[in-house]
């Protein structure tokens, strides 16, 4: 079975800190995905990468940033949380075209007081 | 632009009645479509997805979901409800600008009563 594992399954910050999320996979996928999930927005795409080093932004890249030194580990950075960075964080590894199917870790719960 | 929508927030079912959690596309060219479903505090699973071909897919946990071209449509159904099928269900659809993005929908809490 594919396995996607998140660093932490919730996580308390204060406003300004710097905060790392780290992804891992475990099927050699070449594709990772950083989403957020908000009520009633369902998943809105962060950045994702397609390549080891290389990253796209995806819909709302502002006040994140990310890291992909190795195929199998995706991190997210927030250079300085803000309290509308509260949210859950979600990490998915994807199979190239045409299979376009992507597995989720269970998630990082982020609060930012 | 591309979208997926789910026009329910919420289906309530009865145990054993059938369910239908509704789906709606706009893309251009032949859409890739797909449903996850997310159970409390778990991250998305994958339960099935249509390419090409019949338009009836079959997916994991006796889901089945129903593409249809002239109302863009993919409904999630299953026949007989559970109680352990109370969840948030993903509608989502293949970016046509990018080989690797998927657009997801708001999701839809299914909540099926004994």
């Known amino acids: 079975d594919v396995k996607v594992t998140q660093s932490s399954r919730y996580l308390v910050k204060r406003t300004g800190e710097k905060v790392f999320l780290e992804c891992v996979q475990d099927m050699d996928h070449e594709n990772m995905f950083w989403y957020r999930q908000d009520p009633g927005l369902g998943l809105r795409l962060i950045y994702f990468s397609y390549d080891v080093k290389m990253k796209e932004k995806g819909d709302i890249p502002e006040g994140y940033s990310v890291s992909r030194e190795k195929k199998e580990r995706f991190s997210l950075i927030l250079e300085s949380a803000s309290t509308n960075q509260t949210s859950m964080y979600l990490c998915a590894s994807g199979k190239t075209p045409p299979s376009y199917e992507q597995y989720f870790g269970p998630g990082t719960r982020l609060t930012v007081t | 632009a591309q979208s997926v929508a789910q026009p329910e927030d919420q289906v309530n079912v009865a145990e054993g009645n059938p369910l239908t959690v509704k789906c709606t596309y706009s893309v251009s060219g032949n859409p890739y479509l797909f449903w996850y479903v997310q159970y409390p505090n778990r991250g998305l699973q994958f339960l099935l997805k249509?390419?090409?071909?019949?338009?009836l897919v079959k997916g994991s946990y006796g889901f089945e979901a129903e593409f249809n071209k002239s109302q863009t449509s993919f409904h999630l159904k299953k026949p007989s409800a559970l109680v352990s099928d109370s969840a948030l269900y993903f509608c989502a659809v293949r970016d046509m600008d990018s080989s690797y993005k998927l657009i997801f929908g708001s999701g839809t809490r299914l909540l099926v009563r004994p």
């Open positions: 249509y390419i090409t071909g019949d338009n």
